[in-house]
């Protein structure tokens, strides 16, 4: 029975399928079964590993499966594996047959196409993943407690960060979901907002005029130069970094940053300010070493750390590309998206809550909850930065 169920269904779940009369009279054949033979049989059929990914890992589109077995999900030290039907299919009966009943409309989006490329899945995996967190939140997240037991847990053993989350949440028994996203497969391309948010700031930065002693915020990482050809590399400038214009040929700027950066190593990375890690840009050696292009004035020494600084600047050539003359609307954009990423999980804290070298820390903690490309995610950091409690007049 099973056998004949997965071939009925690997003929249906074939690319390219056109809806004919032939598979109408195959689905109500399956239907025939479902509801009037073998019910139950039937029914444990559909409850397999098997079955789901014979629509879940198609060439196509092998996304979820190939990411659950990255997890420990997949693979631990006791040897348990959790299969789709484990954390998908609820073992309460009625919920069960609610489960299929809904399933039966999956089967349909099978025949519309709806997931089976990885461009349709990833544009559609942020309302199905919210499909399943509603169900889980409202279950309480059943199917994880099927196996995980609040009970229990040994609170000695666990790391600090877990138990002092955990605790609390076990009094509660709060459903599970609400913490752990993304634990079997990777979050949704749509969380991110900012996938439009950089390519729309560079379409804005199209309509910049540079003028000699004029001010420029980059809008994502940039190259820099060492010549007006722009064909010796100098490093790369961050994300929202303010330049000064002071030359200019065909295609390119000849800018000046200005910031600090430690006396110790190779002096590479310059900062905004002393004694502050806001990253401005980060030079080669070779530039970082060559007078031509930094130039150092007064030296501090930092109380707090005790390491030496020093003011400099940096003349260095770039395109002319991808600035803007203002900051703002770097900073709307990246406070959109701090809200839309951040806010998942927990209320997002206020960018003030922290100072400005407390937030990298904070931030890149949080990196593998959220899918940011790295120009995304210099900037928000950037905008938590500049928002923090040091630069916040509350302070
Ligand atoms: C006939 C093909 C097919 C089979 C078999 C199938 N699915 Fe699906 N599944 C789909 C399609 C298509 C969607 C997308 C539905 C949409 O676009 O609204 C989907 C969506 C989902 C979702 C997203 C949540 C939701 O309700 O929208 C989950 C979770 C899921 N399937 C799990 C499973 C599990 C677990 C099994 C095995 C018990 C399974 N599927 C078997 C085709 C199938
Ligand atoms: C079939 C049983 C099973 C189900 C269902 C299940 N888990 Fe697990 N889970 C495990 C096992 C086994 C481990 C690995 C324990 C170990 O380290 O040996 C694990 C590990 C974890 C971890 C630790 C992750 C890590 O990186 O160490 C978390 C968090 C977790 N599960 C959450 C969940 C949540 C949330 C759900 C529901 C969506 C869930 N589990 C469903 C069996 C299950
Ligand atoms: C209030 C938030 C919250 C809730 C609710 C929650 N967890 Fe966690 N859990 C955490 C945090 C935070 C960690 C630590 C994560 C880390 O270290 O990366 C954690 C860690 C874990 C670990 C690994 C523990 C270790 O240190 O070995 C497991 C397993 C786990 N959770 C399972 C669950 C399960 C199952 C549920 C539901 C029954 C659940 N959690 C509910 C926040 C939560
Ligand atoms: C350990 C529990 C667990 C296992 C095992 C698991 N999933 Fe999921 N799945 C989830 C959770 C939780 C979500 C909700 C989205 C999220 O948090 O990533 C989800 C979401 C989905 C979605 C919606 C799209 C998305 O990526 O969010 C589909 C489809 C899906 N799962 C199919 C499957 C299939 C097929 C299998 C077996 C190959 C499977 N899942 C195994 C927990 C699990
Ligand atoms: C998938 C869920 C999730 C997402 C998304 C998420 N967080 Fe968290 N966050 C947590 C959990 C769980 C904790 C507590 C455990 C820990 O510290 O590891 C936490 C803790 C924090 C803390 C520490 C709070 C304190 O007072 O010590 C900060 C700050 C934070 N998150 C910021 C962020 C930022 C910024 C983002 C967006 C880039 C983000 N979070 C996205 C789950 C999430």
Same mark, same amino acid.
Request: glycine share 8%; charged share 20%.
């Given at each position: 029975?099973?056998k ?23 689905g ?37 499966y ?15 594996r ?44 942020l ?13 309480g997240?059943?199917?994880c ?21 955990? !605790?609390?949440?076990a %009094? ?5 979901? &609400? ?5 079997a497969? /990777? =979050? ?21 005029s ?22 010796i ?7 929202a970094?303010k ?25 590479r ?29 007064e ?7 005790g390491?030496?600084? !020093?003011?400099?600047? %940096?003349?260095?050539w770039?395109?002319k &590309? ?6 703002? /609307? =770097? ?13 998942l ?8 809550h922290?100072s400005?070298?407390?937030w ?32 916040s007049?509350?302070?």
């Amino acid at each position: 029975m099973k056998k004949a169920l997965l071939s009925i269904w690997r003929t249906l779940s074939r690319p390219a399928v056109h809806i004919s009369l032939g598979v109408l009279c195959l689905g109500g054949f399956v239907a025939g079964i479902i509801f009037w033979g073998g019910f139950n049989t039937a029914l444990e059929a559909t409850n397999t590993e098997e079955f789901c990914i014979s629509c879940h890992n198609t060439p196509e589109n092998d996304l979820v499966y190939t990411e659950l077995q990255q997890t420990v999900h997949w693979s631990n030290h006791s040897g348990v594996r959790a299969t789709c039907p484990d954390c998908h299919v609820p073992h309460n009966w009625t919920d069960k047959i609610a489960r299929k009943v809904q399933a039966s409309k999956e089967v349909f989006a099978w025949f519309m196409g709806s997931i089976d490329t990885v461009e349709k899945f990833e544009a559609r995996r942020l309302v199905l993943a919210q499909h399943e967190w509603e169900r889980f939140s409202a279950n309480g997240s059943l199917e994880c407690k099927n196996c995980h037991n609040y009970a229990s847990m040994n609170w000695d053993e666990m790391s600090n960060a877990a138990r002092v989350q955990m !605790e609390p949440a076990a %009094a509660k028994d709060q459903s599970c979901i &609400d913490c752990h996203k993304g634990i079997a497969h /990777a =979050l949704p391309q749509g969380m991110d907002s900012s996938g439009g948010m950089i390519g729309e700031l560079v379409q804005q930065s199209h309509g910049t005029s540079y003028q000699d002693g004029g001010e420029y915020y980059s809008v994502r990482h940039l190259e820099m130069f060492e010549d007006g050809d722009l064909t010796i590399d100098a490093g790369l400038l961050t994300p929202a970094s303010k330049v000064m214009v002071v030359a200019e040929n065909d295609d390119a700027i000849q800018v000046v940053i200005s910031g600090w950066r430690k006396t110790k190593g190779f002096g590479r990375v310059i900062n905004e300010d002393f004694g502050m890690n806001i990253a401005t840009a980060s030079l080669t050696k070779e530039a970082a070493a060559n007078p031509e292009i930094v130039e150092a004035f007064e030296k501090q020494e930092d109380d707090l750390t005790g390491l030496g600084w !020093e003011r400099i600047t %940096a003349t260095v050539w770039m395109r002319k &590309d991808s600035f803007l003359s203002s900051p703002d /609307a =770097l900073w709307s954009k990246a406070g959109e998206a701090y809200v839309t990423n951040c806010s998942l999980c927990h209320t997002q804290p206020a960018p003030a809550h922290f100072s400005a070298n407390a937030w990298p820390g904070m931030f890149d903690g949080m990196l593998s909850f959220v899918n940011l490309d790295s120009d995304s995610e210099a900037l928000v950091l950037k905008y938590l930065q500049k928002h923090s409690s040091t630069f916040s007049d509350h302070h």
